[in-house]
């Protein structure tokens, strides 16, 4: 019997698209534009599909088409195609042009949350060093009287411990592309910002400019 259980996540709903119409959705690689009005074809070919809802469709339709991937498929020459990969003309160039403004837009607010994190980084850093005092305190000697005692030598002094910022490893349903997130590469976490996200896998654009792909228990929030 074929399991009826309702998808409410969106990567699911997303998964479920790519595996459904494999030559409209683009699971990895360059993605194609979609034909004008395919939300409606999607709604008629699923109607009977108690899976999915209507509303459920058109967030998981609004994350692919806002996604950079697709953003960057929307040039000239590039064809538009509906479920079935069958082509529906050319883009036309105020889309292309709304495309790039749209990419252009998003790229610069991942890049301004990168900056913003890093400045707070830094302060919470400054604000969490201990004050210098202007001139350090004497330390006293211990008194001796005329009795030969022994002098017990001093303890060392512990090190005040820095509290460490408590990183949890995040789940898929939790995570947007667009987040600003921490990935497990190595000894210490790596900053960056999820670019997409495909099935099981997280693709994030590290500080340092580099892309990866790792699965949801490999980031850190």
Not at 62 to 82: C, F, I, M, P
Not at 111 to 126: D, L, P
Not at 153 to 158: F, T
Request: proline share 5%; charged share 30%; with cysteine.
């Amino acid at each position: 019997m074929e399991s009826t259980e309702k998808l409410t996540d969106t990567n699911a709903i997303l998964a479920y698209l790519y595996e459904t119409f494999p030559l409209c959705f683009i699971a990895e690689g360059e993605a194609k534009p979609l034909k004008i009005g395919l939300f409606q074809d999607l709604a008629e070919r699923l109607a009977n599909d108690s899976r999915v809802s209507k509303t459920q469709l058109r967030v998981a339709l609004r994350r692919y088409t806002n996604s950079w991937r697709y953003l960057k498929s929307l040039k000239e020459g590039a064809q538009r195609v509906d479920l079935d990969g069958n082509p529906c003309g050319e883009l036309e160039q105020e889309h292309i042009e709304h495309a790039r403004t749209t990419l252009k837009e998003s790229q610069e607010k991942a890049k301004a949350r990168r900056v913003e994190a890093a400045k707070a980084a830094n302060q919470k850093a400054a604000d969490g060093q201990p004050a210098r005092a202007d001139k350090p305190k004497a330390r006293r000697k211990p008194r001796v009287d005329n009795r030969k005692v022994a002098i017990p030598k001093s303890a060392p002094q512990r090190q005040a411990a820095q509290p460490a910022v408590q990183l949890v490893p995040a789940t898929l349903s939790t995570l947007n592309p667009g987040q600003r997130v921490s990935v497990k590469l190595g000894v210490k976490p790596v900053g960056g910002v999820i670019q997409n996200i495909n099935k099981d896998d997280v693709h994030v654009q590290l500080d340092s400019g580099l892309t990866v792909k790792v699965h949801a228990e490999h980031i850190l929030l």
